[in-house]
């Protein structure tokens, strides 16, 4: 039986990650005054929530990919790959959270690995199915 543990360590530091983005927009919202429900207000608020929601849109497309990665090719590759997603989300919250400009490198590479993941899935999946008959 495989266990995939590997890849559910990766699935919870990064759903920690986005944890620890939640939080850090709730401190800005106490610490710029901008009262729920806004959504914008003081240009450093306004970046945190930024960086927090555009995780969350990149989640989704991030963990099935991960997780599909890992059941249909290989589970150290998918704890690799996804590892390398959760770097790259550091440095987009670090740089994005200083000024809006310094988020390319970390955005790029959590990109990259998002794409390796997707479609290498997807490209294993299809030769599943070509030699299968499906």
Same mark, same amino acid.
Not at 9 to 29: N, Q
């Given at each position: 039986?495989?266990t995939h543990v ?24 106490t610490t710029y ?19 927090? =929601?555009? !995780?969350?849109?990149? &989640?989704?497309?991030? *963990?099935?990919? %991960?997780?599909?990665? +890992? ?40 990109? =990259?690995? !998002?794409?390796?993941? &997707?479609?290498?899935? *997807?490209?294993? %999946?299809?030769?599943? +199915? ?5």
């Open positions: 039986m495989q590997l890849v559910a360590i990766v699935t919870l530091v990064a759903l920690l990650l986005y944890f620890a983005m939640g939080l850090r927009v709730g401190r800005a919202r005054g901008v009262v729920a429900p806004a959504t914008s207000g003081h240009p450093d608020f306004d970046r945190r929530f930024r960086v927090q =929601a555009n !995780t969350l849109e990149w &989640l989704p497309l991030f *963990l099935v990919s %991960l997780w599909l990665f +890992a059941l249909y090719w290989d589970e150290r590759v998918a704890a690799f790959f996804g590892l390398l997603w959760i770097v790259g989300r550091i440095l987009y919250m670090t740089g994005y959270s200083k000024e809006a400009g310094a988020r390319g490198l970390g955005f790029g590479i959590q990109a =990259a690995a !998002t794409g390796l993941l &997707l479609f290498g899935a *997807l490209g294993r %999946l299809i030769w599943i +199915a070509a030699h299968t008959g499906f």
